[in-house]
């Protein structure tokens, strides 16, 4: 049986703004790197012999102040199954300026929402298909070796990992606000 740590990425300037990131890029912020050291430190402890990440900075940033502790990790897989969602037109935009052109409704719908995809963006219903994916192929690979796998990923695809790993319902992923000092720990 294999253990997964799963954690988000540390603030990032557009996380900071207000600002839709979905795909783009935005580094983390010194706060973002300082939340990424806790992180690092909260799992010093730890055994982490392999690491997964998406191919955004902000998360890759993140992990290597986790990894920092780990030098028995040898192995880090860039897999964008555990990308963030995209927010299509949305990213890039500041939260606000959606507001005011859409509405607070739409807005929660698009930011909070189930089943509600930004224009040309994802859902988290659609992000769920993704995670779920990468769930079964992690557990495929690995659970039946005694890893500790890092993970580093972003505020919704944690979501779905959670929704999926502790059986949650739809409302409570909505809800859920994922923090940036926090591990999640789950057994495969």
Same mark, same amino acid.
């Given at each position: 049986m294999s253990t997964l740590y799963l954690?988000?990425?540390?603030?990032?300037?557009?996380? %900071?703004?207000?600002?839709?990131s979905g795909w783009l890029d935005p580094d983390l912020t010194p706060l973002g790197v300082e939340q990424a050291k806790a %992180?690092?430190?909260?799992?010093?402890?730890?055994?982490? /012999? %392999?690491?997964?990440?998406?191919?955004l900075i902000r998360a890759k940033k993140t992990l290597d102040q986790v990894l920092a502790f780990h030098p028995?990790?040898?192995?880090?897989?860039?897999?964008?199954?555990?990308i963030e969602r995209s927010?299509?037109?949305?990213?890039g935009k500041k939260h606000a300026e959606v507001i005011d052109i859409y509405?607070? /409704? #739409?807005? #929660?719908?698009?930011?909070?929402?189930?089943?509600?995809?930004?224009?040309?963006?994802?859902?988290?219903a659609d992000v769920q298909v993704r995670v779920k994916e990468f769930i079964k192929d992690i557990r495929h690979k690995y659970s039946?070796?005694?890893?500790g796998i890092a993970i580093s990923a972003h505020g919704n695809s944690i979501r779905l990992f959670r929704k999926i790993m502790?059986?949650?319902?739809?409302?409570?992923?909505?809800?859920?606000?994922?923090?940036?000092?926090?591990?999640?720990?789950y057994k495969i």
């Open positions: 954690f988000r990425h540390g603030q990032s300037e557009y996380n %900071l703004q207000k600002i839709f %992180l690092g430190l909260l799992l010093k402890d730890k055994k982490i /012999d %392999l690491a997964y990440t998406s191919s028995e990790c040898k192995q880090t897989i860039v897999d964008n199954r555990i927010y299509g037109d949305l990213a509405g607070v /409704d #739409q807005f #929660q719908k698009w930011h909070r929402g189930w089943s509600d995809q930004p224009p040309h963006g994802e859902s988290f039946h070796q005694d890893l502790e059986k949650a319902s739809e409302e409570e992923v909505c809800s859920w606000d994922i923090p940036y000092d926090k591990y999640f720990e």
